[in-house]
């Protein structure tokens, strides 16, 4: 036995790298015939579940409660990319991600911002911290499941993606994927219904996540710091969120599950608003799901901006 062979054997034979298919052709690894799925954070682990259902065995790479931007990967999560079916990830929210998807699993990656047309990066005047600290490599706001829109579009080509991957279970991919869109759908319905008549539209969050929600259902972000959560806001940024917030009559200072709380809390007793929680929903909930998460924060934005 050659030692390339050995090593290969090493490594797993998952992969049906004897089998005498197509060369070039996508070749799915699977566990008790399941397609095997990596989905790099929350979002996109609930969705690839939904989609997958019965027919696929889905991974997340982000531990729950883990802020995901900074994602570090164990050796074992990166090998664990050179035999899995399918990656499923959105460029620009997870370096590390990034890199390990390039290295090991080119030919097998869902980017869910080649699915959509993302929205363009936040203006660089409204989310540096100290001046040449920029994390992202990509010129969009990579933020993009929290417009269920554009989410229920990316539902629909995943599903087309499992089909391809692995057509003999092409029919269940397919209809589950139309009954998530539905589902997104419905969701966004829900949106544009319950946020359609509001006294105020600025929304002051703590890191910019909520681009597409503020696009989609008209609202103003004011993020206090960028892209990235762990970006500090320099003084002159707060001050400058502090000045916009009073003149936009702010009550609600938006705070995150995963990021401290301090900074937003100074400039909520800075301006005398309160602060409450707004999901950008990176992680999975401890209750419930992106969905009930999303329904969540439409009753927050309903108090805070005094919805009718
Ligand atoms: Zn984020």
């Known amino acids: ?15 049906g790298s004897t089998s005498g298919g197509s060369p ?25 579940e939904r989609v997958g259902g019965p027919d696929a065995a889905v991974t997340g790479l982000t531990k729950p ?3 995901p931007h900074d994602l570090e990967l164990s050796p074992l999560q990166v090998g664990g990319l050179e035999t899995t079916g399918l990656v499923v ?15 090991h699993a080119a030919d097998r990656a869902f980017d869910a911002a080649t699915a959509v047309t993302p929205l363009p990066a936040v203006a660089e005047e409204e989310h540096h911290g100290e001046e040449g600290h920029e994390h ?28 391809a991957a692995d057509p003999a279970h092409a029919r269940g991919y397919r209809d ?13 319905g829900e949106l544009a219904k319950g946020l359609a008549t509001c006294s105020s539209d600025a929304i002051v969050t703590s890191h910019s996540a909520f681009g597409y929600l503020a696009d989609r259902y008209k609202l103003h972000q004011i993020g206090i710091s960028g892209l990235d959560p762990d970006a500090e806001p320099s003084p002159a940024r707060l001050a400058e969120v502090a000045k916009v917030a009073k003149q936009e009559k702010v009550t609600t200072i938006f705070t995150e599950t995963l990021v401290s709380p ?9 301006v005398g608003a309160k602060t409450a929680v707004l999901d950008p929903v990176e992680s999975r909930p401890s209750n419930g799901d992106y969905l009930s998460a999303m329904r969540q924060n439409l009753s ?9």
């Open 24 to 48: 070039g052709g996508a070749s799915s690894a699977s566990t008790d015939g399941k397609t095997t799925v990596t989905a790099a954070m929350y979002p996109l682990q609930w969705l690839a």
């Open 176 to 188: 589950r994927a139309a009954a998530t869109a539905a589902d997104l759908t419905a969701l966004d």
């Open 300 to 308: 927050t934005l309903q108090a805070a901006l005094s919805c009718s």
């Open 89 to 103: 990830y959105i460029r620009g929210v997870q370096p590390a991600v990034d890199e390990a998807v390039e290295q």
């Open 136 to 163: 992202e490599e990509v010129d969009y706001d990579p933020h993009l499941w929290l417009d269920p829109a554009r989410f229920a579009t990316v539902a629909t080509k995943l599903g087309e993606r499992l089909a």
């Open 262 to 270: 301090k900074v937003a809390e100074i400039l909520a007793q800075e």
């Open 65 to 67: 409660g883990v802020e």
């Open 1 to 15: 036995m050659s030692a390339a062979l050995l090593a290969a054997t090493a490594c797993g034979t998952e992969v």
